[in-house]
């Protein structure tokens, strides 16, 4: 043990509880053993982690798949060493690459946000497994994730909630014995700058078909408006309106032939 350093994990670990990691902590998390050698998860939470396989890979690729044009990649980038510096990593890398995009609506700036399947397998269906608990409870302690492992419906659904989300722009995710590897597709890829004046109606519509129990406020927040401009729209909507009261009711859309 006394060949690795944990900086990372005392400085994350600090940063979100606002308490000292101690040496002792390393037994107690289970990173070490009696013996002072290192368990799994603490090898992989090393500052200079010992496993070769302790990579992560980033790629932002020119379109919607990997040949996107006469330059495949707009941006590249390998790290290795303690998951934690992964994680801030790949989070460095991903903000740099989603770049915000706008455009006018007829009342406001609208902001749109850049962003098996594992194989076979529906990812809303897998059972959260944790292959190396240790592990996991470290992460939860640290706030990186939820006992629960609900991500990969909160990647899928943050995607599906967005104004330009369809089925083509779906994250996928992949894996192997040897890697996971997670796509997500650029939202703001082939889209127009313009909007048409009604564009707002359309775009509360949509929101209400997928969630019919949507609050104003949320809808302000998805289509950065403010709230009192989503509830003129939809006064002004004859096709829609809500049913009950309160967080008991819900929306009703009215359609046309």
């Known amino acids: 043990m006394d060949d690795y350093?944990?900086?990372?994990?005392?400085?994350?670990?600090?940063?979100?509880?606002?308490?000292?990691?101690?040496?002792?902590?390393?037994?107690?998390?289970?990173?070490?053993?009696?013996?002072?050698?290192?368990?799994?998860?603490?090898?992989?939470?090393?500052?200079?982690?010992?496993?070769?396989?302790?990579?992560?890979?980033?790629?932002?690729?020119?379109?919607?798949?990997?040949?996107?044009?006469?330059?495949?990649?707009?941006?590249?980038?390998?790290?290795?060493?303690?998951?934690?510096?992964?994680?801030?990593?790949?989070?460095?890398?991903?903000?740099?690459?989603?770049?915000?995009?706008?455009?006018?609506?007829?009342?406001?700036?609208?902001?749109?946000?850049?962003?098996?399947?594992?194989?076979?397998?529906?990812?809303?269906?897998?059972?959260?497994?944790?292959?190396n608990p240790v592990l996991a409870d470290v992460f939860n302690r640290l706030g990186y994730m939820e006992r629960k492992g609900s991500g990969f419906g909160k990647i899928i659904s943050g995607y599906e909630?967005?104004?330009?989300?369809?089925?083509?722009?779906r994250p996928s995710f992949r894996s192997d014995r040897y890697q996971f590897t997670v796509v997500m597709p650029n939202l703001n890829y082939d889209v127009p700058q313009d909007v048409p004046q009604d564009k707002l109606n359309i775009q509360i519509l949509d929101l209400i078909r997928k969630d019919s129990k949507i609050s104003t406020e949320k809808m302000a927040i998805a289509l950065d408006v403010s709230s009192k401009t989503i509830k003129r729209h939809i006064k002004e909507m004859d096709n829609v309106r809500y049913i009950g009261r309160g967080f008991s009711g819900h929306w009703e859309i009215i359609e046309t032939e």
């Open 5 to 131: 350093a944990f900086s990372k994990l005392r400085e994350r670990y600090k940063k979100w509880t606002g308490n000292s990691f101690e040496d002792k902590d390393l037994i107690s998390f289970g990173l070490v053993n009696e013996q002072g050698e290192l368990t799994n998860a603490g090898a992989l939470l090393a500052d200079e982690s010992p496993v070769l396989c302790s990579r992560l890979f980033c790629t932002r690729w020119n379109g919607l798949n990997k040949s996107g044009g006469t330059v495949d990649a707009l941006d590249d980038a390998k790290y290795s060493g303690s998951v934690i510096s992964l994680i801030e990593n790949g989070e460095a890398f991903i903000k740099r690459n989603c770049k915000m995009k706008w455009r006018k609506t007829a009342n406001s700036r609208e902001d749109m946000p850049d962003g098996s399947i594992i194989q076979d397998r529906d990812p809303l269906m897998v059972p959260s497994t944790r292959r």
């Open 161 to 169: 909630f967005q104004i330009n989300y369809n089925e083509s722009k």
